[in-house]
């Protein structure tokens, strides 16, 4: 683990406020998906839901003070821990656990205990509400650098989030 904890800046905002922001300045982008369920349960509420518009909802509230609460250092280490290493097959190896085995390998011929520690970052994927079986918290999805306002105007523009599928023109 880090011997020293990043330090978190974490501040509520509105889209009008990104909007008006003047810097050119990029921030690192960190989009992901959160719901009270499994990914399961977020993937269907996509597909039918409407736009979330109000901010104040009792909901909405209690999401963003446990969001600005948590440990995002877990948060972090354990949405990579979970992530696919690999977008391909590695060493002949057939299926995930087959990959996850030559990764213990690497990181254990690295330095002992490593592949332990990324064991406890995964098995603390579900406490912390970052996992496909538990998305309370926050998925990560994305991480990519923008301005605020160009953001904001470019989520406006599409009416709400980024689905994956979705057509960006440049």
């Not at 998925?139 to 470019?154: K, S, V």
Request: glycine content about 6%; proline content about 5%.
């Amino acid at each position: 683990m880090l011997p020293k904890p990043f330090q978190w800046k974490l501040e509520q905002v509105t889209a009008d406020q990104l909007i008006s922001d003047e810097s050119t300045d990029p921030s690192l982008v960190i989009c992901g998906n959160s719901i009270d369920g499994p990914l399961v349960d977020y993937l269907y509420a996509s597909s039918i839901a409407t736009l979330h518009l109000d901010a104040d909802c009792g909901d909405n509230e209690k999401h963003c003070t446990r969001f600005r609460l948590v440990d995002h250092d877990q948060v972090a280490l354990s949405g990579y821990a979970l992530h696919k290493h690999y977008a391909y097959p590695v060493k002949g190896e057939k299926t995930p656990e087959d990959t996850d085995l030559f990764v213990n390998q690497l990181l254990e011929e690295a330095e002992a205990g490593l592949s332990q520690q990324l064991q406890m970052a995964r098995d603390k994927g579900d406490e912390v509400g970052t996992s496909s079986n538990s998305l309370r918290t926050f998925m990560w999805q994305h991480i990519f650098l923008e301005t605020p306002g160009r953001l904001a105007y470019n989520m406006q523009e599409i009416g709400g989030t980024l689905p994956i599928s979705a057509l960006v023109q440049k």
